[in-house]
């Protein structure tokens, strides 16, 4: 979360991210709505569409948990893994409108 409050700076606007989950397994965009900083909302699309982790900004953490929780189950039925390195891998800001 100190990473996505330190890219978004109070910045008005829509904010981008790319992010890995599962040691790169599978792949998501994250879109914060920061153009009322008062009621910021994140909502988390991956290729399927958007997710049903989506809703305050203050709770985003519940989202990667969700969003981390069943890919950590696919990923590991498709890879014969038995550890991950990392849960959610890699978060990138790609762009701020």
Known sequence: MAFINKSINNKIGYHIFYTTYSDDFHVQVLLIDNTNPCNATYRIIDQHG????????????????????????????????????????????????
């Open 50 to 97: 958007e997710t049903n982790s989506h809703g305050k900004l203050s709770d985003i953490e519940e989202g990667f948990k969700d969003q981390s929780s069943w890919t950590y189950v696919n990923f590991y039925l498709n890879s014969n893994k038995q550890t991950l390195t990392k849960t959610v891998s890699s978060i990138w800001k790609i762009q701020r409108k």
